[in-house]
Nanobody, 111 residues
């Protein structure tokens, strides 16, 4: 059973930081691309960041310079460190891996 469980969301003021976590189970974590997406109400889900098995990371323009994706293979966990948060970052953030989605964690950034 593949499962991805996100945590770490919450309410933060603009300029603040959050670190999201995604614990994966049911597949060989290190063999797969892991990614973070987000979705605001009424909008399509959009890609935010990816971590490739070879160590390369990629970011959407909206995240570049502010967000960092990382992995801890021993913990089967992917992180998204989000700094300098903006109100437009408000969304449900989803972890993706093994063609699966987590349940999402809400991030709300107030101004």
């Amino acid at each position: 059973q593949v499962q991805l469980v996100e945590s770490g969301g919450g309410l933060v003021q603009a300029g603040g930081s959050l670190r999201l976590s995604c614990v994966a189970s049911g597949f060989t974590f290190s063999n797969y691309l892991m990614a973070w997406y987000r979705q605001a109400p009424g909008k399509e889900r959009e890609w935010v960041a990816s971590s490739h098995s070879g160590g390369n990371t990629y970011y959407a323009d909206s995240a570049k310079g502010r967000f960092t994706i990382s992995r801890d293979s021993a913990k089967n966990t992917v992180y998204l460190q989000m700094n300098s948060l903006k109100p437009e970052d408000t969304a449900v953030y989803y972890c993706r891996g093994y063609n699966s989605w987590g349940q999402g964690t809400q991030v709300t950034v107030s101004s």
